[in-house]
């Protein structure tokens, strides 16, 4: 370091800093227009934290689907030291409304935890010491939900609706209370807010459909929790992944935010020196120990005083972090760096006592008023004043289910090409099979081929819509945890919502299906009988992509659920009653094909197209007319009329619904899963 | 090495010290006496003829314009020196090494020249003379890293000796200090090996093993923390003071980093808007009045200042005209015409410099290759306990499954003896080549993936890879199968005969593999895992139904559908199942004795029966059905060796 900070020395001879550097990068960046559209006009907030440790168990928070593939049975548990780890340790801080504190750590873990704990989400940590305060009193889930909004590091926005709709709607959901106009105007203002009117009507797209820009996609994520006007923001890594321009911009959103009168709390990961300008308090933690916490502009001037100056030419954030961070690459330095960090945080320790908020302000200013105290927000000018303060009162059931389904079905019919890419597949599906039986030739088909036939015109269906299904709600999965745990809406309003809106498209796949095989394979004329084989088909379509959606809501990753989709829809097929005759099955498949819908839509479909009718059968070189209903009979496949079919596949549907509902319910599934 | 001699001698008779960075090498102290090598690159430009809109807006799509991707790009760069090529995201940093690596795809677009010594070089000459590192590495996770660069010595270097190899591998360990791990596996994304910055350093150093001169390294720090990123770049500084060209594109360098590049350029929407020392570069822009504010990072405020703000029209206009300012404010300085000299002087004394520095190639022959390849990927399968596993026990798991729901078979007609048969047979049609597909489409990607970046280095071709691999999954299928065949076979009672047993076995073997094939050769064409397992399982069930003569019999199926089944290995293998199985076959009537002669229920009792209404014809084809199940083999091998070969065109093009 000595050997840089020399160089460096002798190039600040020949550099000579002015003082119109400052604003010229300011010319650099855009200034636009500074001024507030949307304050919050709650009384003002303050969080405290107070001398907090905590220790995580890393050991317990590795899913045990991950420990399957280590091939470690699930319930063994670490118990080593090692994996108790202590990820904050001894850190206070008090922020007030108005101020936007920065954490700087290099690693993860510390930021995610003290948010998590700030959000009172627990993920298998334990509180040694210490404790959070909002306004005085310490934290609890009503608390945190009444007052904070925490803004995560992915989007999880649905892709295909515009900006302000996406808006709109979370609008509805969560004030139900103010009038449809005074709704939107609060829409415009946030998208005035957060500088989105010039996107406001494109489509927010993600990884794989067009839209926004990344910048823009996370001032939508901030959008949606701006809305209901939370006094405390926090922000998980705003500007990872976002390019120098956009990370800039969105800093200065973030202050600008602050100055609304919010207490905004962020952290990131490598900040450019740009932005560590735009910062008002920052706290650098090392593996969770706090270095240093106070406004940003003091930070280089106090590490000076304590012999370590920030070179010229470089980011101090960077600087520090590294002087901070521990190396583990061999021993000796790991022991040096341990010592010098502990060595830090004593001296920082030692410093601060006399700060009531455990900030550190330079000498100069003692006393004073910190600069990122609000200059009442207020009197600037264009300022909005809300009346209406936000409640967490929430629309009653009804209005969230038509809510929630109007919004589905926009996003999904915007999805066309998805849409007609499944409608071809399942068009594919149907002309073969439907000319493998073709059946306008010279002979009817012999029963052996009906059967085959209705066989498996139902069998098939189900295993193209269960993997699709199951696709589609994984992708949709990170929204809609989000949004449970943020409380928007009920597990009852989502499902009904959900199983309704999956009927136009259920309808066209149906029909794309089921017409051109029936026709293509001469199946009885009569249209009574053509609509209850489309009534059947849609029944039992239904119910395995009901059965799909439980699948995916009960298990944990993509993969996992396919295969147990999978497995699931050949036990259903294999006890289906045509391949393996279901007198043959013993005890406990003969059970399963109770509830295998494959087996009762074969007998269903059989019974509409041989009842009452006499087929010709040949025998040898004799043909004689035997009765469809003798047919059955022999077949096994006359235990039950045909409505109590129809009645058993709703069952069955209102069975799996249950499940599905209950695993929504009560299965917290985690919303960010990529395995 | 001999190349490498002479390149010494003749190095004697030119000493060129570089004009323009003299102090920057003079820091180091770092002048080793060293074959001196340069690169040059002059007026390079590129454009791209892209299609205005997407496809499904077809005037805009039928409409085509340029983008212009690199404008007049100039630069020259000597040995031992570092070059960081900056710039933000879109800024053509990528496109910039690919032209110097000679990895264009429309050659036709790009304009200027690169020169190696003075000399241009011959299309093939780029891919021996420099050695490229990608952004993302590519590394079978199951080799320790002392592994790894053992076999891409052997690919690399065949003709030298075991002990010349060995101590070349130990050589570049040490350099890139990586002997202390050296026997670690080093894991992916799924299990835990090596660090990143450990795996970044060994695709550094594979490609150390064929000692290039000139390095070109695409972001070698993304996406490691900050120690580590800048440990590469001191590590590459030092590789580069050691007599070669590095050049690398970085994004968003850390400002200690400053000092460590010789040469530092930054390039803005495709253009060089500045190129030089680092001292240079704050007395260039002090000059026009841009001072770096001091407590900011040299890299961000200069790559700040140069890219293009596109939020807003007035926005986009005025940096666009200061980056214009710029940079011709940078062709009319004393550095750029320093650059254009030196491109001058190279090319007027071709003779004097050395030859061009290619890489040590002895590449083996093609069959050696293929053992290579094949011990590499046996070896990076014998770890992988999970593969293991899966490519052995996936077929028995399913052969529980069916046994779960049979037990066993019977022979009563009345009682489902034929019904079952057919379902057991059908299932085994269609769930061994579903299993083979889902075999492909788990381990074969990653594979693919290291066989696209190593073809690409010219290491070997992808079919090559592609052949290793079916030999080396070849026994793997051999004993699921086989297990699947002992299990079924004799849990549910079939046939109980030995040969039936293995004409069995081979019946169902083909299926398995041919599953497998045809996934590899779809991904071969196709790039994502998903589309292609969409296809291949409804290839699949499309298979069974039209080709097997299970669910429709063969004689009452439309013509065309029953051409088509003649290309369907289902067709061939459900014949010989049924032939196995049926032929002697006698069935019972429930309590009907039909000896007597009494009008029963059952069609028919003798399983020869079932075999002439079904498939007529059946027992006599039996030999030239497995003859044709087996022509499947070569033909699907053949197939997916054409399809890795249009991937070599398609990844070329992209």
Not at chain 1, 319 to 335: A, C, G, K, N, Q
Not at chain 1, 506 to 523: D, E, K, M, R, S
Not at chain 1, 575 to 586: D, P, R, T, V
């Amino acid at each position: 370091w000595r050997e840089k900070v020399g160089y460096n020395r002798k190039l600040r001879k020949i550099a000579n800093p002015t003082n119109a550097t400052r604003s010229l990068q300011d010319s650099i960046f855009c200034s636009e227009d500074n001024s507030l559209y949307f304050t919050y006009n709650g009384k003002s907030n303050v969080l405290e934290v107070r001398d907090l440790s905590y220790q995580v168990n890393v050991a317990s928070q590795i899913p045990w689907y991950e420990k399957l593939a280590h091939l470690e049975m699930p319930w063994t548990r670490a118990t080593d030291k090692e994996s108790h780890m202590v990820a904050i340790r001894n850190m206070s801080f008090k922020v007030k409304s108005g101020q936007m504190l920065a954490l700087i750590e290099s690693s993860v873990c510390g930021k995610t935890s003290l948010f998590d704990l700030i959000t009172c989400r627990d993920y298998g940590g334990k509180i040694t010491s210490g404790e959070i305060l909002i306004n005085g009193k310490p934290t609890t889930r009503q608390l945190v939900k009444k007052c904070t909004a925490h803004v995560r590091e992915d989007d999880r926005l649905l892709p295909n609706l515009t900006v302000k709709e996406t808006l709109l709607f979370i609008a509805k959901l969560r004030l139900a209370k103010i009038s449809d106009s005074e709704r939107k105007k609060r829409v415009e203002d946030v998208i005035a807010e957060l500088r989105l009117r010039q996107c406001a009507n494109t489509r927010v797209g993600n990884e794989y459909i067009r839209g926004v820009s990344g910048g823009e996609r996370r001032r939508v994520s901030i959008g949606v929790q701006l809305l209901w006007n939370p006094g405390i923001l926090i922000f998980s890594d705003p500007t990872s992944g976002l390019d120098s321009f956009t990370a800039h911009n969105l800093v200065i959103t973030l202050s600008r935010l602050a100055r609304g009168n919010r207490l905004v709390l962020m952290s990131v990961h490598q900040p450019r020196s740009d932005i560590f300008q735009l910062f008002d308090l920052v706290l650098l933690m090392t593996s969770g120990i706090t270095v240093y916490s106070g406004a940003a502009q003091d930070m280089v001037q106090y590490f000076t005083r304590m012999g370590y100056p920030c070179p010229t030419y470089s980011n101090p954030a960077d600087f520090y972090v590294d002087l901070t961070s521990i190396d583990r690459h061999t021993e000796e330095r790991e022991m040096e760096s341990k010592r010098r960090v502990s060595m830090l945080a004593a001296m920082f320790h030692e410093n601060i006592r006399h700060f009531g908020d455990h900030l550190w302000r330079s000498s100069q200013r003692d006393g004073m008023t910190p600069v990122s105290e609000p200059s009442s927000p207020l009197t600037l000018e264009e300022t909005v004043i809300m009346n209406t303060h936000s409640d967490d009162h929430l629309p009653g059931w009804l209005q969230q289910f038509t809510i929630l389904l109007s919004r589905q079905i926009s996003n999904d019919f915007r999805d066309l090409s998805a849409l007609l890419i499944r409608g071809f597949e399942t068009l594919l599906m149907s002309l073969l099979i439907g000319f493998l039986y073709y059946g306008h030739g010279k002979s009817n088909l012999s029963i052996q081929d009906l059967s085959a036939l209705l066989f498996m015109i139902g069998a098939l269906i189900p295993y193209i819509v269960i993997l699709e299904s199951i696709t589609k709600c994984h992708s949709e999965r990170p929204v809609l945890y989000q949004e449970f745990e943020d409380g928007l809406y009920s597990a009852t309003s989502y499902v009904s919502a959900k199983i309704l809106g999956e009927l136009p498209e259920q309808c066209f796949i149906v029909i794309v299906y089921g017409i051109p095989i029936y026709w293509l394979a001469n199946l009885s004329p009569d249209p009574e009988h053509f609509f209850l084989n489309l009534l059947l088909l849609m029944l039992l379509t239904y119910c395995a992509r009901i059965m799909a959606m439980w699948m995916s809501a009960m298990l944990p990753t993509l993969q996992i659920s396919a295969f147990f989709g999978n497995a699931l829809y050949t036990t259903f097929f294999l006890s289906g009653g045509f391949l393996i005759s279901l007198e043959n099955l013993w005890i406990v498949p003969s059970w399963l094909s109770k509830v295998s819908f494959v087996r009762w839509s074969f007998e269903g479909l059989m019974q509409i197209q041989l009842k009452g009718v006499t087929y010709p059968m040949t025998s040898g070189n004799v043909t004689y007319p035997i009765s469809g209903t003798l047919v059955l009979q022999t077949m096994g496949l006359h235990s039950y009329p045909l409505y109590a079919i129809y009645l058993i596949l709703v069952g069955m549907t209102t069975g799996f619904l249950v499940l599905y509902y209950l695993s929504l319910r009560f299965i917290k599934q985690k919303s960010n899963q990529d395995w | 090495r001999d190349r490498e001699i002479i390149g010494k001698s003749i190095y004697i008779a030119c000493i060129k010290l570089p004009k323009n960075n003299s102090s920057s090498l003079g820091e180091h102290g770092q002048m080793v006496v060293i074959p001196n090598n340069c690169l040059s690159v002059l007026n390079v430009s590129y454009t791209v003829r892209e299609r205005v809109g997407p496809w499904w807006n077809i005037p805009s799509y039928n409409k085509k314009w340029n983008r212009q991707i690199l404008q007049d790009v100039s630069f020259h760069i000597e040995s031992g020196q570092l070059m960081g090529i900056l710039g933000n995201s879109g800024s053509g940093k990528t496109t910039l090494l690919d032209a110097i690596a000679g990895r264009l795809n429309h050659k036709t677009n790009f304009l200027g020249q690169v020169y190696v010594n003075g000399r241009e070089l011959r299309q093939e000459q780029f891919r021996n003379c420099f050695s490229y590192v990608l952004q993302n590495e590519t590394l079978l996770s199951y080799l320790t890293i002392e592994e790894c660069l053992t076999y891409t010595a052997l690919l690399a270097l065949q003709k030298h000796s075991r002990e010349f190899i060995k101590k070349k591998v130990d050589a570049v360990m040490a350099e890139l200090s990586l002997s202390h791990v050296a026997n670690s596996v080093i894991g992916s994304r799924i299990f835990r090996g090596i660090s990143d910055g450990e795996r970044r350093r060994v695709s550094i150093a594979a490609q150390l093993l064929q000692d290039p001169k000139v390095m070109l390294l695409d972001e070698p720090t993304t996406g490691l923390d900050c120690m580590t990123a800048n440990q590469i770049v001191w590590m590459l500084s030092e590789l580069a003071h050691k007599g070669r060209i590095v050049i690398i594109t970085i994004h968003q360098p850390r400002s200690e980093l400053f000092q460590v590049f010789d040469k530092i350029c930054i390039m803005s929407f495709g253009e060089l808007v500045f190129c030089g020392g680092p001292s240079d570069m704050i007395r260039f822009f002090s000059g026009h009045g841009y001072t770096c504010p001091e407590h900011s990072s040299p890299f961000d405020f200069y790559v700040d200042l140069t890219s293009v703000d596109t939020q807003s029209k007035e926005r986009e206009l005025e940096t666009y005209s200061r980056v214009r300012t710029i940079s011709s404010a940078y062709k009319n300085s004393e550095i750029f015409c320093t650059t254009l000299e030196a491109i001058e002087e190279a090319k007027c004394n071709v003779k004097e410099l050395p030859p061009v520095p290619f890489k040590c190639e002895d590449s083996p022959s093609v069959l050696c290759k293929l053992c290579i390849l094949l011990r590499r990927t046996t070896k990076n399968l014998s770890r992988d306990k999970i593969g293991i596993i899966m490519r052995i026990s996936q077929n028995v798991l399913f052969g529980l499954f069916v046994a779960f729901f049979l037990l066993r078979l019977n022979n009563d007609f009345l009682k489902g003896g034929v019904q079952d048969r057919i379902g057991l047979i059908y299932q085994c049609v269609a769930a061994l080549p579903f299993t083979g597909i889902l075999n492909a489409l788990a381990l074969f990607p990653a594979l693919r993936a290291v066989a696209d970046q190593e073809s690409k280095d010219g290491l070997y071709q992808k079919w090559q890879m592609l052949l290793a691999y079916i030999v080396h999954f070849l026994p793997f299928s051999i004993i699921g199968v086989a297990l699947y065949s002992v299990f079924i076979y004799w849990t549910m009672g079939l046939y109980p005969e030995v040969s039936r047993f293995g004409y069995f076995f081979a019946a169902l073997l083909g299926p398995h593999i041919f599953g497998e094939l045809l996934t590899l050769a779809f991904l071969g064409i196709i790039q994502n895992p998903n589309v292609v397992s969409g296809i291949t399982l409804l290839l699949n069930i499309a298979g069974v139904l039209a080709g097997s003569g299970l669910i429709r019999s063969m004689e009452d199926m439309p013509t065309p559908i029953k051409m088509m089944s003649y290309f369907t290995f289902q067709k061939y293998a459900s014949e010989i199942l049924v032939v196995n199985e049926f032929s002697g076959l006698t069935f019972t009537c429930g309590h009907f004795n039909v000896s007597a002669g009494v009008v029963s229920p059952c069609t028919f009792l003798q399983g020869i029966q079932f075999i002439e209404k079904n498939f007529p014809g059946g027992p006599s084809r039996f030999t030239t059905d497995f003859l044709l199940l087996y022509a499947f083999l070569p033909a699907l091998i053949i197939l997916a060796t054409i399809s890795f070969k249009i991937r070599d065109k398609v990844i070329l093009r992209q």
